[in-house]
């Protein structure tokens, strides 16, 4: 797709393969909004790129290893694989509660996983990247990572992320070389200005990345629960490098010839701000010296807080399964899915999870754009023509050009998908039932339904707007695919967004003309009394 490529119903669509992931989830913990929302922004990309014809995969799943796991599941009097077993299973319920579109879930204890990784480690040893070695330096538990010497100082040795103290720390491991890939790693960011996003992410990293890099251990040998080391079985694998690879071996990037490495590089990786720095330096120099090609980009999004303060376990004010249950009983998926994509942290500020954002967000776009627009509009034509869509008949309506407005949208719609701005994505949809909301104010087909001599003029103007709200319609799917097609229903028109035409859905014709359609009622208006808010308050 090309970023200023208006559409037109001859043009082909981009049928190449997209590859888009989400991190996978620590089993230690239980899901949250954090994990929901990562998650959701990939499946509006992959259900839109999908519509748009492209072959995609989208890949989510669990991290299962490392010492975390095995202190949790000891805390608990379990085996860590049964607490692995049964948090994975959590997260699996999540991808169909929200109705995720992943093609696949990969889990680091499947052996799939486990026997690639032992051969692309293999392959790193063979080629000298990595090393036995001996290390001192400051350990960061929470995170199991060295800190530079530099940084320990600059947090007075303290873990940046959980505030604990940083420990000293002596091992002989298995070390990557990340010091031999300085230069290729600064000329990937020189040739690639969008390999990172946000922008303000980006030099973040550059920053960090010019102050030098260090050789970084990639085995363990103070716990078991991990991969065994190839043909050193006292180490494990360090959790983060077999947790990275999951993107690479659930194409079976490891085996020789495999339909799914089609999708190799992947499209964007969408991960969360914290843990930037193995995705967007670690990772790359683990490809450079596997000698795979590189991502297109690693999109790190911030971090929701929740009404106005940091979400912590000592607070308890995580946004929780439950919590997210009692907003979907009341407001509906659609809502959720919206509120997530239009007010959460997408870009390089974090966002703040508020009960009364919410129902706000709900009412204003919901309730009074997307619902009544298409129910005025539905209404009218219910009224003045039996619900029969009519032909335009080309009258001219002075500084109006509702056709203008959605193709500038559709155009705008595809230039942010590319950008992973999901959110401009959404305002092109919802901006372009503003502009029918206005145009029916401006035009009061209500007034001249009265007089018999303007019945053409009423039939251009509901003509016009029905097929406005229907290209909205498609552009809307990917965030609110509920409403949508319940939309698509009412005015009878045959959409099937697995089909990949969206090439021609959206563009602008006469495909409704005759078409029977009948009033809708998309998004009811709730009443705040009967919102969650009291519960999230407390
Ligand atoms: O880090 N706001 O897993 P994890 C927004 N296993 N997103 C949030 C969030 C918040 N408050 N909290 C978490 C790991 N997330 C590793 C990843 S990848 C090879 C290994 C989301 O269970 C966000 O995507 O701690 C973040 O990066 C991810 O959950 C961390 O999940």
């Excluded at 043009?11 to 989400?22: E, F, G, L």
């Excluded at 109705?99 to 680091?108: G, P, Y």
Aim: contains cysteine; proline residues 6%.
């Amino acid at each position: 797709m090309s970023q200023s490529a208006p559409l037109h119903p001859d043009q082909k669509p981009d049928q190449s393969p997209a590859y888009i992931t989400t991190p996978i989830y620590y089993v230690n913990d239980r899901p949250h909004i954090g994990h929901a929302y990562t998650t959701t922004l990939c499946d509006v990309w992959a259900r839109a790129m999908r519509f748009a014809g492209r072959d995609v995969f989208f890949l989510t799943g669990t991290d299962e290893h490392g010492v975390k796991v095995e202190k949790s599941a000891q805390a608990r009097g379990i085996e860590p694989q049964a607490l692995a077993d049964e948090n994975a299973a959590e997260f699996q319920k999540v991808m169909k509660m929200f109705n995720l579109t992943n093609d696949d879930f990969i889990r680091t204890t499947e052996p799939r996983h486990e026997r690639q990784v032992q051969s692309l480690v293999k392959r790193l040893l063979e080629t000298g990247d990595v090393y036995l070695g001996e290390f001192e330096g400051w350990y960061d538990e929470g995170q199991e990572e060295y800190v530079t010497e530099t940084k320990a100082k600059e947090t007075d040795f303290k873990s940046p992320i959980s505030g604990k103290p940083l420990v000293r720390a002596n091992e002989r491991n298995y070390y990557f070389k990340l010091s031999a890939y300085q230069d290729r790693l600064e000329t990937l960011f020189a040739d690639h200005p969008g390999f990172v996003k946000p922008d303000a992410r980006r030099n973040e990293v550059l920053g960090r990345l010019r102050g030098g890099l260090q050789d970084v251990p990639i085995t363990r040998t103070n716990f078991t629960w991990g991969i065994p080391f190839p043909g050193d079985e006292e180490h494990v694998i360090y959790v983060w490098i077999d947790a990275l690879l999951n993107y690479a071996t659930a194409l079976n990037l490891a085996d020789a010839d495999d339909d799914r490495h089609r999708y190799w590089p992947a499209t964007f990786h969408v991960i969360g701000k914290e843990i930037l720095w193995f995705h967007a330096v670690i990772w790359p120099a683990v490809l450079m010296a596997l000698e795979l090609p590189m991502p297109g980009c690693v999109y790190a999004h911030s971090f929701w807080i929740s009404e106005g303060k940091k979400m912590s376990k000592s607070l308890g004010n995580f946004v929780d399964l439950p919590t997210i249950e009692r907003y979907l009983d009341v407001y509906g998926l659609d809502a959720w899915r919206w509120y997530m994509v239009n007010n959460g942290p997408l870009g390089a500020t974090d966002a703040d999870f508020q009960a009364a954002g919410f129902h706000e967000t709900y009412t204003s776009d919901l309730v009074n754009t997307v619902g009544n627009c298409a129910s005025r509009t539905t209404a009218m034509l219910g009224k003045y023509f039996d619900g029969v869509v009519p032909a335009d008949a080309g009258c001219e309506f002075p500084g109006w050009d509702l056709k203008a407005s959605a193709d500038e949208a559709v155009t705008a719609w595809r230039a942010a998908l590319e950008d992973f701005a999901l959110d401009n994505a959404c305002a092109a949809g919802i901006g372009l039932l503003r502009t029918v909301d206005a145009f029916i104010n401006a035009t009061e087909p209500f007034k001249v339904a009265k007089d018999p001599e303007r019945q053409d003029e009423l039939a251009s103007t509901l003509a016009r707007c029905i097929e406005a709200v229907r290209i909205a319609s498609v552009m809307l799917w990917p965030v609110i695919p509920q409403r949508m097609e319940s939309l698509w229903l009412a005015i009878g028109c045959d959409i099937d967004p697995a089909s990949g035409d969206l090439t021609t859905q959206a563009c602008w014709g006469d495909s409704l003309v005759g078409a029977q359609t009948e009033k809708v009622a998309l998004f009811p208006r709730i009443d705040a009394a009967s919102t969650p808010m009291a519960d999230v308050a407390s």
